[in-house]
């Protein structure tokens, strides 16, 4: 969809910014430390403090603002008005019980990948993943799947916008290799990426699609270079993980081949 200038609400983006102002790295926040993240002025961020805080969203104590758990509820109404993370769950339960390693799903936000759903079975990274944690899509598994199937004007505006920064020594950072690697998922049909993100994380990540076809999520496993390998991964895991994915897509209305369900079946069968 394309929006116009003349069609967006200005004070409803300003809003969303104060309050995504707010993270681990600044809890609470001053009026001016808001209007310094957020380039508003100050007047026009105490009118969205005030109002935000008529809603229930923020509180203050002294002149240091914090938000409240009503915020909670937003995602809340994404998770009940989404059924892919309802259908999703138990697949990611056992997907986690199988390989004895966290299972997760994300959707492309821009150039990032967002968690909206998961099972933890340890922690392999230094950031604590939660539901709304996002990660740079070029340097994740998740994002590349999510990437490999997106149009390539969105591929095109994530390279521009984010430079395709490195996190790691391994992270690929040249554009036309970072293309040739989507095209290399989307030919496969799943994404394994070693230490790209941080040191000493694999993952391997698998399409999920909608009733139409069309890729909406991302299923990965994740573990760490001590347990496994990417060639591990690949492996033992890709067959149970592209399956599952399926199986997922299935639920939603997705036509799989029966040629895919056979190769399902023998997957969830030989798996350990």
């Not at 808001?34 to 969203?57: D, F, Q, S």
Request: charged share 20%; proline share 4%.
């Amino acid at each position: 969809m394309i929006i116009s200038e003349g069609d967006r609400l200005q004070s409803v983006e300003r809003a969303i910014s104060v309050l995504l102002a707010f993270d681990a790295a600044r809890p609470t926040a001053t009026m001016a430390e808001l209007a310094e993240a957020t380039n508003l002025a100050r007047p026009t961020v105490r009118r969205i403090l005030l109002t935000l805080h008529g809603l229930g969203y923020v509180e203050n104590s002294g002149s240091r603002w914090r938000l409240t758990p009503r915020v909670l509820s937003i995602g809340q109404h994404y998770s009940a008005s989404n059924s892919i993370i309802e259908v999703a769950q138990p697949h990611l339960l056992r997907l986690a019980e199988q390989t004895e390693e966290s299972a997760s799903l994300a959707a492309l936000d821009g150039a990032d990948a967002v968690y909206i759903a998961r099972v933890p079975v340890r922690r392999i990274m230094t950031i604590n993943i939660s539901i709304g944690t996002r990660v740079p899509a070029h340097a994740t598994s998740m994002g590349r799947v999510l990437l490999a199937w997106a149009p390539s004007e969105l591929i095109a505006q994530v390279i521009e916008e984010t430079g395709l920064p490195a996190y790691t020594r391994h992270t690929v950072t040249d554009p036309s290799i970072f293309r040739g690697a989507l095209r290399t998922v989307k030919d496969q049909g799943w994404s394994v990426v070693s230490e790209e993100l941080e040191a000493g994380l694999i993952s391997i990540a698998a399409p999920v699609r909608d009733q139409n076809g069309t890729v909406i999520a991302a299923l990965a496993s994740s573990t760490s270079t001590g347990r496994s390998s990417a060639a591990k991964l690949v492996s033992d895991v890709a067959p149970l993980l592209v399956a599952t994915a399926e199986k997922i897509s299935e639920d939603l209305g997705h036509h799989v081949p029966a040629a895919a369900r056979s190769l399902r079946a023998n997957a969830h069968e030989g798996f350990f």
